[in-house]
């Protein structure tokens, strides 16, 4: 009877000692903290990618974090609480964004502090200046209408250079263009006819003048200067012309006029390329002809838009947590009342805990997609090591019967240290969370109370259920406390309800069976893990 109330006194006063410990941590860190922070909230339409601890921010500096998100059923929006570090004051015009931070969707918020010449912001005001960025659905519908644009002018193409009516207007206009090109060269030939004509008549008129002059040189002196002015006037307007129309061959507008010819050359081979392309689009042919006259591809694109935006907004939510957790197990020492007749106790700290490192160690990775919902992976080094049971079965040809030295078949039970691992599914709902898969390389289950706004965590898992050196399954109850944001200490029992086995050599190992633990560890998220690795001396 006292080898059973013992045991179970000892269990009560640790639980006891680690609840109050756990307390005492909440109620000391919330005098300290109360101090040294206020909250503040905002209302956002879209609060998708933001959760508890998530980031805020002014200038690229962490100046707070998010306290919890609550919806507000007057005007169905979010309303985000904040808890803001007091160093950094909030004036009455500060403002407030939503901001992807990667391409896996990690969301924080940017805060401006406002101007000094507002009133501060006083525990529980409101940040009224919210400034909206767009999202990917917008995006998407932009690029929506960009392509119901583009088929539009497809459209309007189509009907215009399509058809008989088209090709008659573009030959009408090629007509037309030959026409004038025609006339211009016509035009040409008999402005140099006239030239020439009107410089004969010139030429006669100074005859005739020289005549007329004989008889009075003044009259003649002043007549052949205004002649020479008309003349030089004329010279001009003649070099004028010659340079415009030249020769008949090397005219500078027969020129411009064999690059037009050319030109409309080039235009009839185009609008032929044009009227070939328009063609091959009604008929349906090529990637545009596809995509104006089958509207499936239309539907395609809208089906992939959506999905798009559904792996966008889940992107937005993952979040990855690392977290490294060491357990020191006490074993058989002078506070765990162990049987003295199977340990005996020293009663000397140093010579109860020389069998040190007697520690269980974990590294697991937690990948969040939702709030509710997480997948875990694990890496446990178990001092315990790993049971195996070998059924042997011997054969021996002995015409003279069985041999008793040589048995027919045995049991062979192996202990190996060797990594394990965990790997498992959890939900949430509300305050309580389950986990179900692959504990410590066995089909196992557990159930977490998260308490205290989830820093402190009660825990309790059930694993090896077919261990050959157990009467029960293996039952492990343990409670963890957050602090800092980023460190823990767990306290707590492993394998309660199996009976205890020592170790041969150690006296003081525990083997198999109940044994109690206390240790801590530090977990960071994906935002931790980015700052960690953009503060190593790394040059690429």
């Known amino acids: 009877m006292q080898s059973f109330w013992t045991p179970l006194r000892v269990g009560l006063v640790v639980a006891a000692a680690a609840v109050a410990f756990a307390l005492g941590l909440y109620f000391i860190g919330a005098n300290i903290g109360r101090d040294k922070s206020y909250r503040v909230f905002a209302m956002f339409d879209d609060a998708t990618g933001l959760g508890a601890r998530s980031r805020v921010q002014i200038a690229g500096i962490p100046v707070g974090q998010v306290d919890h998100i609550e919806l507000d059923q007057a005007t169905a929006r979010a309303r985000v609480w904040l808890k803001i570090k007091q160093e950094y004051p909030l004036h009455r015009n500060a403002s407030i964004t939503k901001r992807s931070e990667s391409i896996l969707g990690d969301f924080l918020l940017d805060l401006t502090p406002g101007t000094p010449d507002q009133p501060l912001l006083k525990d529980g005001d409101e940040i009224r200046n919210v400034v909206r960025q767009p999202g990917m659905n917008e995006v998407f519908n932009q690029l929506s209408k960009i392509a119901g644009d583009i088929g539009a002018v497809t459209a309007n193409l189509r009907k215009t250079l399509g058809g008989e009516e088209g090709e008659n207007n ?29 410089l004969g008549n010139v030429q006669s008129f100074t005859g005739n003048l020289r005549n007329i002059g004989a008889g009075g040189e003044q009259d003649v002196l002043a007549i052949l200067q205004n002649t020479r002015a008309a003349t030089a006037e004329a010279r001009d307007i003649l070099k004028t012309i010659g340079n415009v129309v030249g020769s008949q061959d090397t005219g500078e507008l027969k020129k411009s006029v064999g690059s037009v010819r050319s030109s409309m050359e080039k235009l009839d081979t185009s609008l032929a390329n044009i009227r070939e392309i328009t063609d091959k689009i009604n008929k349906g042919e090529g990637t545009i002809g596809r995509l104006v006259n089958d509207d499936r591809l239309a539907k395609n694109l809208e089906k992939t838009t959506s999905s798009l935006n559904d792996v966008f907004a889940g992107l937005g939510q993952l979040k990855i947590e690392l977290q490294e957790r060491n357990e020191f197990l006490l074993g058989c020492t002078g506070i765990t009342a162990c049987d003295a007749r199977n340990a005996p106790i020293t009663g000397n700290a140093l010579v109860d805990y020389s069998y040190n490192p007697w520690t269980k160690n974990y590294f697991s990775i937690r990948i969040i997609p939702k709030p509710d919902k997480w997948y875990g992976f694990e890496l446990v080094d178990d001092p315990r090591g790993s049971v195996r049971r070998v059924q042997v079965r011997n054969t021996l040809i002995d015409p003279a019967g069985p041999n ?80 800092l944001d980023h460190l823990f200490i767990t306290v707590g029992a492993d394998d309660l309800v199996n009976g205890r086995e020592f170790d041969t050599e150690h006296p003081t190992r525990i083997v198999n069976g109940r044994d109690y633990f206390f240790g801590a560890g530090f977990y960071f998220t994906d935002d931790d893990v980015k700052l960690l690795l953009s503060a190593l001396p790394f040059r690429f």
């Open 170 to 198: 573009l030959r009408t206009i090629v007509e037309n263009l030959t026409r004038i090109t025609e006339g211009i060269e016509g035009i040409i030939d008999r402005s140099q006819s006239r030239v020439d004509a009107i």
């Open 404 to 483: 008793q030295f040589f048995p027919s078949s045995y049991t062979q039970i192996t202990t190996e240290r060797q990594l394990k691992f965990s790997a498992y599914i959890a939900k949430r709902y509300g305050p309580i969370s389950g986990r179900f898969g692959i504990l410590e390389n066995t089909g196992g289950f557990g159930v977490k109370m998260h308490l205290l706004n989830d820093s402190l965590i009660v825990s309790a898992d059930a694993f090896e259920f077919a261990n050959p050196l157990k009467q029960h399954p293996r039952i492990k109850v343990y409670a963890d406390y957050r602090f």
